[in-house]
Every structure is written in structure tokens, then in C-alpha cells.
């Protein structure tokens, strides 16, 4: 069996074009390797700010006066009883995990609301409570902000807010 003329040359043709990908191929690889090392000599700068250097980040919390919680009813707290809020949010219910234990209030969930002061004021959040929380008398469906002389319910427990 006698090779074609024209087979010859494509089969040249098609070792001459594997000769000439493999030629690129090992180029390509050849000049990651290169900037990758030379990445690697070189010093790195670091952005390392210092702590309260940006406002907002970093650093201790901005001290907001946000007014006070003020107890005006309850099974399981003493009528009278405040808490100051400042920038940590503060939060209500029956489990010992909560920043005010409502243990003896019945209808409380074991984590039932959050009172978290931001700039904007202070806001109100049922936080998967199962009887709901109330603001004025009406069940909370999202976050609400507080305004002077608002009343909270969280199960039996009324709370007054005084900015």
C-alpha cells in the first residue's frame, strides 16, 4: 500500500500544528508560573487601618442616649423597673439567654422581642415570638420605631417607652 501524495502533506501539516499548540500550551503555563513567582517576591503592602480610624468600623460602639424602657405592668417584673438603652440591643422573654427573663409571664416565648437602638431611634422586633408582639395595641408585623410614650406588650408584660 503506497501513501498518497496529498495525505502526506496533510499529516505533516497536522503534526506540525499538535508541534505548534503543544509550543503555546507550555508558553502559557510557562508565563503564569513567572508572574506568579514574581507576585510572590514582591513586598506586599499592607491596608491595615487602625481600630475607630473609620467611622462606623471598628472600635467601640458609638454611645447613643436612647431613652429608657420603663416596666408598667407585669407578672414576672417589678412595676417601675427601667432599663437604659444605649447602643446593644436589648432583648425580652421567657429563656435565661434573653437581657430582661420574663420567666413568670405565661404567654412570653422564650425569645420574644428586640429593642435595638440605632441613630435613626429605636426600634421594636418580634423575633419568631408565638403570641405575637404588640406595639399600642397593635400586632407587630415587621420592625417599628419607637416614639416617647409607646407601649410595648410582650405576652402579659406592658412596657413604656421614654425617649
Same mark, same amino acid.
Given at each position: 500500500?503506497?501513501?498518497?501524495?496529498?495525505? =502526506?502533506?496533510?499529516?505533516?501539516?497536522?503534526?506540525?500544528?499538535?508541534?505548534?499548540?503543544?509550543?503555546?500550551?507550555?508558553?502559557?503555563?510557562?508565563? =503564569?508560573?513567572?508572574?506568579?513567582?514574581?507576585? %510572590?517576591?514582591?513586598?506586599?503592602?499592607?491596608?491595615? %487601618?487602625?481600630?475607630?480610624? =473609620?467611622?462606623?468600623?471598628?472600635?467601640?460602639?458609638?454611645?447613643?442616649?436612647?431613652?429608657?424602657?420603663?416596666?408598667?405592668?407585669?407578672?414576672?417584673?417589678?412595676?417601675?423597673?427601667?432599663?437604659?438603652?444605649?447602643?446593644?440591643?436589648?432583648?425580652?422573654?421567657?429563656?435565661?439567654?434573653?437581657?430582661?427573663?420574663?420567666?413568670?409571664?405565661?404567654?412570653?416565648?422564650?425569645?420574644?422581642?428586640?429593642?435595638?437602638?440605632?441613630?435613626?431611634?429605636?426600634?421594636?422586633?418580634?423575633?419568631?415570638?408565638?403570641?405575637?408582639?404588640?406595639?399600642?395595641?397593635?400586632?407587630?408585623?415587621?420592625?417599628?420605631?419607637?416614639?416617647?410614650?409607646?407601649?410595648?406588650?410582650?405576652?402579659?408584660?406592658? %412596657?413604656?417607652?421614654?425617649?
Amino acid at each position: 500500500m503506497t501513501a498518497l501524495p496529498g495525505s =502526506i502533506a496533510v499529516e505533516e501539516a497536522l503534526l506540525l500544528l499538535k508541534i505548534a499548540f503543544l509550543v503555546l500550551l507550555y508558553l502559557f503555563i510557562w508565563r =503564569i508560573v513567572r508572574t506568579a513567582a514574581r507576585d %510572590l517576591r514582591l513586598p506586599q503592602e499592607s491596608f491595615v %487601618l487602625a481600630p475607630g480610624s =473609620i467611622p462606623g468600623l471598628g472600635g467601640e460602639a458609638p454611645h447613643i442616649e436612647a431613652g429608657k424602657i420603663v416596666v408598667v405592668k407585669s407578672p414576672a417584673l417589678t412595676e417601675g423597673d427601667e432599663w437604659d438603652l444605649d447602643a446593644s440591643p436589648l432583648t425580652f422573654g421567657r429563656s435565661s439567654q434573653n437581657d430582661v427573663e420574663l420567666k413568670r409571664d405565661e404567654y412570653a416565648s422564650s425569645s420574644h422581642a428586640r429593642l435595638e437602638p440605632r441613630r435613626d431611634g429605636v426600634w421594636l422586633e418580634d423575633i419568631g415570638s408565638t403570641n405575637g408582639t404588640y406595639l399600642n395595641g397593635i400586632r407587630l408585623t415587621r420592625p417599628k420605631r419607637l416614639t416617647a410614650g409607646d407601649i410595648v406588650r410582650i405576652g402579659e408584660t406592658e %412596657l413604656r417607652y421614654e425617649a
